[in-house]
C-alpha cells in the first residue's frame, strides 16, 4: 500500500461520524461581579469610555460578541429596548433597557464626542481616521485587548479564560446569583440563552457539580 493511501485510511478512521459535529469547547469564564466593577471602574478611570460601553452592552444584552459588535448607536441611543435577531441562531431578541441603562448609555455617548449615530459602537477609530471606512474591532482583537486589561485592573480571572464570552457569562451568574440560585433563574437563563437543556446552562456559566453540592451543603434544616 502506498503512502498516499495509508494517509487516506487514516482520515477516514479518524473521521467523526457522519451527521456529528464535534463539539468546540469554550474557553471562557464568567467574571465575579466584583471583578467586572473593578474593571468598569479602571475603564471610567483610564477614560477608556469605548471599552467601558463594549463591557456594558456585553452584560446587560447577553448577546454574542459578534451580535454586539454589529449594533450601532442607532440601534441602542435613547431607546428603552433593543430589538434585535441573533446573527448565529436568527432568533428574534427582545431587550428591554433600564432607566439606568439608557442614562449609562447616553452618558457614554456624550464622553465619546458624540459620534455619527450610524457607525458601529465599536468602530475601529484608527482605521476609520485612516481610511473613512466605518468597520468594528474584530473579536480576535478584543481578546488581546481584555488580557491588557486582566493585567492591568489585577483581575482575578484567569487570563486565559478572559474571552468575548466572559459577559455572557457573567450575565448569567448575576442572574442566577441575584434570584438565590434558585431552579426559576436557571430556566429564566435557558430561555435567554436558547440552550437545549437546563444542564447546558448550568455548565455554561459555570455551575459545576461540586458548587450544586456545595449549595445543597449551605441548607440548615
Known amino acids: ?11 477516514i478512521k479518524n ?11 469554550d474557553p471562557s469564564s464568567p467574571l465575579t461581579i466584583e471583578d467586572f466593577n473593578n474593571l468598569l471602574n479602571g475603564l471610567r478611570e ?4 469605548q471599552w467601558e460601553l463594549y463591557a456594558r452592552i456585553s452584560f446587560v444584552t ?20 433593543l430589538v434585535f435577531v441573533e446573527r448565529k441562531r436568527r432568533k428574534m431578541r427582545n431587550i428591554t433597557f433600564s432607566k439606568s441603562v439608557q442614562e449609562k448609555i447616553s ?10 449615530k450610524e457607525l458601529p459602537i465599536m468602530t475601529n477609530n484608527s482605521t476609520y481616521k485612516r481610511t473613512g ?8 482583537y478584543i481578546n488581546r485587548k481584555l488580557k491588557t486589561f486582566k493585567l492591568k485592573y489585577n ?3 484567569p487570563i486565559n479564560k478572559f474571552q468575548t464570552h466572559s459577559f455572557r457569562k457573567t450575565f448569567g451568574k448575576y442572574v442566577f446569583e441575584s434570584k438565590g440560585k434558585s431552579y426559576e433563574a436557571l430556566a429564566l437563563l435557558n430561555v435567554i440563552y436558547n440552550h437545549s437543556s437546563i444542564q447546558q446552562t ?20
Do not use: C
Open 107 to 116: 452618558e457614554l455617548y456624550e464622553l465619546l464626542g458624540k459620534p455619527n
Open 133 to 140: 471606512k466605518a468597520i468594528a474591532y474584530t473579536q480576535q
Open 1 to 11: 500500500m502506498t503512502y498516499k493511501l495509508k494517509h487516506i485510511e487514516i482520515m
Open 155 to 157: 483581575l482575578e480571572i
Open 202 to 221: 448550568q455548565t455554561y456559566i459555570g455551575l459545576t457539580d461540586e458548587k450544586i453540592q456545595d449549595i445543597y451543603g449551605e441548607i440548615n434544616f
Open 46 to 49: 483610564d477614560k477608556k469610555y
Open 15 to 25: 473521521k467523526p461520524e457522519f451527521g456529528v459535529k464535534e463539539k468546540r469547547e
Open 62 to 81: 447577553a448577546l454574542r460578541s459578534g451580535d454586539v459588535l454589529s449594533l450601532k448607536w442607532e440601534d441602542i441611543l435613547n431607546k428603552d429596548k
